[in-house]
């Protein structure tokens, strides 16, 4: 992601209401007791913008807007259906009466850093405003604001909510193209990595979302150590070939490819 870029998540409300710099900052103590300094540097009618600094890190500078419509359906609608892990997504985001939309800029240079800030102020913004469901801009994933709050909870740079930040889509291939499932991610360019892509896979559907997680996992801890043409063992037995190359979904971006054996 460039780095001039900013983070960014929709908030879906029930009613239009900012809440104040305040409220957010006793969400965030309440619920990241010594995660980040956070200080209101602006407030209006309309929007707030505050600083946040995690310890030893520099601060940087986010911004909070009401918007008194809501998110566009055709860009609902989509991410609604492909949420297996909230079969009420459609239901509930669909009469939502406006938004706030947050970013975040970051200019540490570290996309996890920035990742887990933006994770930890939606947070604490979703819980001081009358949200029904957010967007993760990045993957334009949709979550319950519960769910998500529960998850960002326990979230440590050791044990990353990836769930959150990116989209582990799995789907069927045709049986006429031999059958089995495939896999794509959306949002690891975002932590500065190529998006993986499986083309094929023929064991269970779980099975390769929890192997691929677990790989992103490594790769955004280690850092972008998979190589073209290389083979990496798997826990319990079995390798996955690795080839980079252009996408199976869109040609233009190049991806990196995973074939299980």
Same mark, same amino acid.
């Given at each position: 992601?460039n780095?001039?870029?900013?983070?960014?998540?929709?908030?879906?409300?029930?009613?239009?209401?900012l809440?104040?710099?305040?409220?957010?900052?006793?969400?965030?103590?309440?619920?990241?007791?010594? *995660? !980040?300094?956070?200080t %209101?540097?602006?407030?209006?009618? @309309?929007?707030?913008?505050?600083t946040?600094? /995690?310890?030893?890190? &520099?601060?940087?500078?986010?911004?909070?807007?009401?918007?008194?419509?809501p998110?566009?359906?055709?860009?609902?609608?989509?991410?609604?259906?492909?949420?297996?892990y909230?079969?009420?997504?459609?239901?509930?985001?669909?009469?939502?009466?406006?938004?706030?939309?947050?970013?975040?800029?970051?200019?540490?240079?570290?996309?996890?850093?920035?990742?887990?800030?933006?994770t930890?102020?939606?947070?604490?913004i *979703? !819980?001081?405003?009358? %949200?029904?469901?957010l967007?993760? @801009?990045?993957?334009?994933?949709?979550?319950? /604001?519960a769910?998500? &709050?529960?998850?960002?909870?326990?979230?440590?740079?050791?044990d990353?909510?990836?769930?959150?930040?990116?989209?582990?889509?799995?789907?069927?291939?045709?049986?006429?193209?031999?059958?089995?499932?495939?896999?794509?991610?959306?949002?690891?360019?975002?932590?500065?990595?190529?998006?993986?892509e499986?083309?094929?896979?023929?064991?269970?559907?779980?099975?390769l979302?929890g192997?691929?997680?677990?790989?992103t996992?490594?790769?955004?801890?280690?850092?972008p150590?998979?190589?073209?043409?290389?083979?990496?063992?798997?826990?319990?037995?079995g390798?996955?070939?690795?080839?980079?190359?252009?996408s199976?979904?869109?040609?233009?971006?190049?991806?990196?490819?995973?074939?299980?054996?």
């Amino acid at each position: 992601m460039n780095l001039n870029t900013p983070w960014l998540a929709l908030i879906a409300l029930s009613q239009e209401q900012l809440p104040s710099g305040q409220a957010i900052a006793e969400q965030l103590a309440e619920r990241f007791p010594g *995660a !980040a300094d956070f200080t %209101a540097t602006s407030e209006t009618t @309309g929007a707030v913008t505050f600083t946040y600094a /995690p310890p030893g890190c &520099a601060a940087v500078v986010g911004n909070c807007t009401v918007v008194d419509r809501p998110i566009p359906w055709e860009r609902l609608e989509g991410p609604c259906a492909t949420a297996w892990y909230w079969p009420e997504a459609a239901g509930a985001l669909r009469g939502h009466a406006a938004h706030l939309f947050v970013t975040l800029m970051d200019d540490a240079k570290d996309p996890i850093d920035a990742a887990m800030g933006l994770t930890r102020i939606t947070t604490a913004i *979703a !819980a001081a405003a009358p %949200a029904v469901g957010l967007m993760w @801009g990045p993957s334009m994933q949709v979550h319950k /604001p519960a769910d998500f &709050a529960g998850v960002a909870g326990r979230m440590t740079r050791d044990d990353l909510p990836l769930h959150l930040w990116i989209d582990f889509r799995v789907s069927q291939r045709d049986p006429a193209e031999g059958g089995g499932f495939c896999l794509f991610t959306t949002g690891l360019g975002a932590l500065g990595h190529r998006e993986f892509e499986v083309p094929s896979y023929a064991g269970e559907p779980n099975n390769l979302a929890g192997a691929v997680y677990n790989i992103t996992h490594y790769v955004l801890e280690k850092g972008p150590i998979l190589k073209d043409g290389e083979a990496v063992g798997l826990p319990g037995g079995g390798q996955v070939n690795v080839s980079i190359g252009p996408s199976m979904i869109d040609g233009q971006q190049e991806v990196i490819s995973l074939a299980f054996e």
